[in-house]
Nanobody
Framework: QVQLVESGGGLVQAGGSLRLSCAAS????????VGWYRQAPGKQREVVAT???????NYADSVKGRFTISRDNAKNTVYLQMNSLKPEDTAVYYC??????WGKGTLVTVSS
């Protein structure tokens, strides 16, 4: 069974950058589309970015031009490079694979 572990969250000032990682166990991960989602306090979870098994990407309008999703199948890892961070990016960020497998999340806090 695939398990996902997110890392890389933290506290950063507005305008700063962070890189999140989603490390997976299980080789089937390489065949799966993967998504980064986030949930801010009091809000519903929303999709941030997705990447297919062959590297096609999609982004939420709110992060286009600032965030980049990528994957390294040799390392069973998907990344989310976040630049020009804004306070409204503050949330717990989750990784999703195979449609119904979730990590426990990593907290990103952007101070103004």
């Amino acid at each position: 069974q695939v398990q996902l572990v997110e890392s890389g969250g933290g506290l950063v000032q507005a305008g700063g950058s962070l890189r999140l990682s989603c490390a997976a166990s299980g080789s089937i991960f390489r065949l799966s589309a993967v998504g980064w989602y986030r949930q801010a306090p009091g809000k519903q979870r929303e999709v941030v970015a997705t990447i297919t098994s062959v590297g096609s990407t999609n982004y939420a309008d709110s992060v286009k031009g600032r965030f980049t999703i990528s994957r390294d199948n040799a390392k069973n890892t998907v990344y989310l490079q976040m630049n020009s961070l804004k306070p409204e990016d503050t949330a717990v960020y989750y990784c999703n694979a195979l449609g119904d497998v979730w990590g426990k999340g990593t907290l990103v806090t952007v101070s103004s």
